[in-house]
Nanobody
């Protein structure tokens, strides 16, 4: 069983930056991983994904502002966020899957409990 634990959320002013981390444990294989977010009253959506081989995929809202990366030796994934906007406020979740790369919410096998990011105007 894979466990995912997010950290790094918090309160930041618009224009500020945050770095989220996701530590994975219990996995004996390299996983495709992604960051997702869910704002109140909205559906969970992909922010950015990274395959086991390092290929990245970004939502349009994240392009140019967010950077996803991973350190396989540390079993940790990161999301560097800059130029944050109030509309980025959400609970950010780490997710992972094995097998074929896919970042559809319904395809992800493992989820963390989330970390709250609040961007004030």
């Amino acid at each position: 069983q894979v466990q995912l634990v997010e950290s790094g959320g918090g309160l930041v002013q618009a224009g500020g930056s945050l770095r989220l981390s996701c530590a994975a444990s219990g996995n004996r294989f390299i996983l495709h991983m992604g960051w997702y977010r869910q704002a109140p009253g909205k559906q969970r959506e992909l922010v950015a994904g990274i395959t086991s081989g390092g290929t990245t995929n970004y939502a349009d809202s994240a392009k140019g502002r967010f950077t996803i990366s991973r350190d396989n030796a540390k079993n940790t994934m990161y999301l560097e966020m800059i130029s944050l906007k109030p509309e980025d406020t959400a609970v950010y979740y780490c997710a992972a899957k094995s097998g074929r790369p896919s970042f559809f919410v319904s395809d992800m096998e493992y989820w963390g409990k989330g970390t709250l990011v609040t961007v004030s105007s």
